[in-house]
């Protein structure tokens, strides 16, 4: 019986399969619709990388190319978080966090939601990149920075959040403000893509 047993559990964990035979396999999508490649210059070498917003069935992504002797080849991919149809990556702003450090701000609209009741949000995605060097390009999921809702009972509102970069103490990297009238979230960057209270 207990070498049964163990059989069993060497089957049902896979440890019986060769690992040869062990395949990771790539998931298959039905279609993908995707915008034109917008060119930036990430790494500030002179030579511009592309930029893609991509949907793959009901999935949102943003991919980045090289572009070397006319070929282009992914070096980085990231898939956004939907809540709802129509979702999409509306706007992209380059800046500089600091003397090491480039900022990538992606105002991506989650998409709107008609269940019960009306919900429609937007959200602020941080990219960032050390040193000028691509590989350490990294991506973190941050606060929402636009709201509109409508209840069963008919109640109505939306807002709509500031979103900026600033030193607020003098150190010279900025910190990353959402603002909402007299609310404030500040988020400060840790370095090697961390951000503290963001992503958590």
């Known amino acids: 019986m207990p070498q049964d047993e163990r059989y069993f559990r060497q089957i049902f964990s896979g440890d019986l399969v060769p690992k040869a035979q062990v395949q990771t396999e790539e998931k298959k999508y039905s279609y993908f619709i995707h915008t034109p490649y917008y060119a930036l210059d990430l790494n500030h070498d002179g030579i511009p990388e592309e930029i893609v917003f991509v949907k793959k069935d009901s999935e949102d992504w943003i991919e980045i190319f090289e572009v070397k002797n006319g070929e282009k080849k992914k070096i980085f991919s990231y ?66 920075f636009f709201e509109e809702h409508k209840s069963l009972k008919g109640h109505y509102h939306i807002r709509n959040y500031q979103v900026y970069l600033q030193d607020l103490n003098n150190d010279q990297a900025k910190e990353l403000v959402v603002k909402y009238r007299l609310m404030s979230q500040v988020f400060f960057y840790n370095g090697d893509g961390k951000w503290s209270g963001l992503g958590n």
């Open 79 to 144: 898939r956004f978080e939907t809540k709802g149809f129509n979702s999409e990556l509306f706007k992209i702003e380059l800046k500089r966090l600091s003397a090491k450090t480039t900022v990538i701000l992606m105002h991506y609209y989650e998409g709107i939601s008609l269940y019960t009741e009306m919900q429609a949000t937007s959200r602020i995605y941080v990219g960032t990149i050390d040193n000028d060097d691509l590989k350490t390009l990294s991506v973190m999921k941050g606060p929402s």
